[in-house]
Structure formats: C-alpha cells, structure tokens
C-alpha cells in the first residue's frame, strides 16, 4: 500500500511537472525608449531631469556602462533587437520612410517573440515598429510578424509624432480621452497587458515613441520643468524654448531641455506604473525588466554627456546607450557592469532564459549575456561591429563602418576613406585619434572589419554617385 502511494505521488508529480516549469519561466519585458541621450537619467548623472522609478530600477538591478546599439538609428536598431542579426545583414541599416523599399521579410526572419512563443510564452508589443511603412498594405508588420497581441503601433509614417489623442497616425487607438498623452497610453496598455497574462509567461515589448522629435508632452509637466530652467538659469531664460522663431524646442543647444525632461518623466511614470503593476501581481521577482534605447540622442539638444555627437553617427553619442536591468531571481541589486553588450545580444539571452535551443539554421550574432546578469565572467565576444552607409537619409559625412576590438574602436569613413582609431579606456570622448601612432593596431582592427563585411556581405555606399545625384538636383 506504502509502494503505491509513493508510485502514485510520483506520477502525480510528473504530470505537474510542465505547468510548475511553465509558471517558473521568468516573463521578459522590453523597455525601449526612441533616441534617449546618454546622460538623460539620475541614474547616469543627470540633475536636471527627473526619473526616479528609472533610478529605482538601476539601484535594485544592474546599470550597464558600455552598452551599445546594433546600429545609430531607429530601423536597424530595431532590427537588430528583434532577429539577433547585425542590421548589415539584413540590409536594413538606415531609418525606412514612406518610400524605402526594405521592410523586414516574414519569411525571412524568425523573430524574437516568434522563438519565445514556441516556448508557451504570450507575446505583446505596444507602440513603435518601424520595420515596415508599407501602411496601405503591410508586408512585415508585427502581426505578420507572429505576435499575440499587437497594441498602438503605428499605421502611418510617424516621425514627425503624435503625442495626443486624437491620433492621427496609430488609428488602432480608436478610443481615448482628452489631452490623453500617448505615452501614458502606453504605459495603461501595458498594466493591461500584464493583468491579462498575469497567469502564464510573457514577453512584452514596449516600444515608445518618445524622446523622438518633434518634442511635445503634457502642459503641466512642461511648465514643471519650465520653472526648475528658470530657476537655474535666470527667470525668463525658458522663453527660448516657446517663442524663438528659431524653433529652440527642437534645435536648441542645451542640455536642460524643459519640453525633453517633461517627455522623460512621462517614459519614468510609465516604467514606474508597469512596477507597480508586476508587484501588485506577485511578478517583480521573477520578471526581467530591461530598459533600453534605440540609439543615441539627437546632437545639438538631447544630453550625451561626455560622448561625441549623437544619433546617425557611429561615433560614442549615436551608439552607446543607457541599459538597466532588473530581475532579481538572478541580478544582485546595485551592480554596475563595464562589460561591453549590443542590442543584438538580447535574442540569444532572452532564449537561454526561456530555455529555448535556438531554432536550425537561424543565424544570431548575438551572445547571451545571461552570465553578465548573474555576476559571472564574461569572454564571449572579440569585437562588435556596425556598419552605416545611410542608405535612406544619404549624409555622406556619416557613411561609416567601425568595429571595437577591446579598448581599441575604429571608424572608417567612405567619404574620404579616413581611418580614425580611439583607446576609449582613456578616451571616451574620442577627442584623440591615435591612428598615426598606432599602425599595427590600425591593421589588425582594419583587417577585422574587412572581414566581417565580407561575411554579412556589407554593402557599400557609392559616394560618388551620391553626390553627382545631390548635384543635379536644383
């Protein structure tokens, strides 16, 4: 009788099994704000701006130091994110207007949420794709794409925003309220998201629209940050920002942006709310919140702090990123990591965590940093490679492929076929080129990337057809 007990216990036990695995999958949630400077959050040195539920998350999780985008712009950063693929593979390695031809195939790519629904995971994205603009008739939208749920993206071109309902470009938001902020939309959303799947794991990806031009948030907030300008620079000193024909909002040289830091603590509300939504669940401790953001901030009015320029330059400023991470299943609170990390590292982490054999013959660039996570010794990576011929915007001084090997990054750009090196252990800034006193590091970095082109089968821009293009026009 004892025998068959213990045997029915067991079998008992057995048949549990998957559902008890099934609720320990850690849920994942993607936090990725649009051309969000380096230097934007208290967390990473702003006193300007005010996020406190972004500084919360860094001091109970892990704040990252060197991490990169797979690209200098919006497109190919998502890109990047979503297939684990360096952008110059793909092809899509500049921003996709209404008329780009590229969009990212369906067939061809086996996306994240793809991979983890496989796993029993429900997958969401609220908000910006920015990887098909054939809007009258979608050809790789999320939906085609193989997400669950698919919530605010947009179904115009966008770029130049859409911050209050009613809107005009992501007419599946067909409700709404007055003065409603789309960001704080989002954020709603994504509560709703998470009480929905609260009983199965998920994966959420919350892809805002802000920081990206052109700037607009709440009265209130702006007017908040309006006062706190005036208070530090003089009274009147804000005026700039609303009456300067030069439109200064947009195109103001300064790091205190009042209508930015108003967007900002918009996105930290939002973060903050979506915490209070997984505790309230019993979910904080066994999701991995990461937040992230495309690229750099735009050069000229976001804060990039000590890094040289900004979004569309492979330059530190259009690449290097803020990346918090929080679960504390696995991160020890307050850690800081110096370990370099790209965007296209979160598909292959994401699987591992999932428990998840990538699927055959689907190529990944990345490298799971789930081991950086835990605290663990890292050397997975020789160098990290990105490559911009600005195929869309055409900005000839722009066109660049770099690769960091180490301290050691170079830059090579097509229009002049100048060769740049940096050590950024001692020159973040990249304010000194050592590519005359460093030729045997010049050509093995420059051999590196050679070869990695070769390899994605990089394609190169043609300068001179550009410009004898840009000469005709009148």
Not at 42 to 69: C, H, I, K, V, W
Not at 73 to 90: E, K, M, N, W
Not at 96 to 110: G, H, T, V
Not at 146 to 168: L, M, N, Q, R
């Amino acid at each position: 009788m004892r025998l068959r007990k213990s045997l029915i216990i067991l079998c008992l036990s057995v048949m549990w099994m998957p559902a008890i695995y099934a609720q320990q999958k850690p849920n994942i949630i993607f936090i990725l704000a649009d051309d969000l400077g380096s230097s934007e959050l208290g967390s990473y040195g702003n006193t300007f701006n005010e996020t406190p539920n972004l500084d919360q998350l860094a001091a109970e999780g892990m704040r990252f130091t060197q991490a990169y985008s797979a690209a200098p712009i919006c497109s190919p950063a998502r890109a990047g994110f979503i297939t684990g693929q360096y952008p110059a593979r793909i092809r899509i390695t500049d921003f996709l207007d209404n008329e780009a031809p590229r969009y990212l195939d369906p067939a061809k790519y086996y996306t994240l949420n793809e991979a983890l629904s496989s796993a029993g995971y429900r997958t969401g994205i609220i908000g910006k794709w920015h990887l098909d603009t054939k809007f009258s008739n979608p050809i790789g939208n999320p939906q085609q794409h193989g997400f669950d749920e698919v919530i605010g993206s947009e179904t115009k071109y966008i770029a130049d925003g859409d911050y209050f309902y009613p809107y005009d470009k992501i007419s599946t938001f067909k409700t709404g309220s007055d003065n409603e902020y789309l960001t704080d939309r989002q954020c709603s959303e994504a509560s709703g998201f998470i009480e929905r799947n609260k009983d199965k794991p998920f994966f959420l990806y919350l892809s805002f629209y802000s920081v990206h031009t052109r700037l607009d948030a709440p009265e209130a907030l702006v007017k908040k940050y309006r006062n706190k300008f005036d208070t530090k620079y003089g009274n009147g000193a804000a005026a700039k920002f609303y009456d300067d024909p030069k439109n200064q909002r947009h195109e103001g040289k300064h790091n205190d942006n009042p209508y930015l830091a108003a967007m900002i603590e918009s996105i930290d509300n939002g973060v903050g709310s979506v915490m209070e939504t997984l505790k309230k669940n019993g979910l904080d401790k066994n999701t991995l919140v990461v937040f992230f953001s495309d690229n750099g901030g735009v050069a000229g009015f976001a804060n990039n702090g000590i890094l040289r320029m900004g979004k569309s330059w492979l330059y530190e400023g259009g690449i290097r990123e803020n990346l918090i991470t929080r679960w504390p299943a696995a991160i020890k609170a307050g850690t800081v990591s110096d370990i370099p990390v790209c965007g296209i590292d979160f598909y292959p982490t994401f699987l591992e965590m999932a428990g998840i054999e990538n699927k055959a013959g689907n190529i990944v660039d990345g490298k799971s940093i789930l081991n950086v996570f835990k605290g663990n010794k890292w050397s997975e990576r020789e160098a990290l490679f990105w490559h911009y011929p600005s195929e869309t915007g055409k900005w000839v001084p722009r066109m660049c492929s770099a690769v960091r090997m180490g301290n050691y990054k170079l830059l090579y750009f097509y229009a002049d076929k100048k060769i740049e090196l940096y050590d950024l252990s001692k020159d973040p800034s990249e304010k000194n080129d050592i590519a005359v006193s460093q030729p045997q590091k010049v050509k093995e970095l420059k051999a590196a990337l050679d070869n990695w082109k070769k390899e994605v089968k990089a394609e190169v821009p043609n300068i001179n057809a550009i410009k004898a293009k840009k000469k005709k026009k009148p």
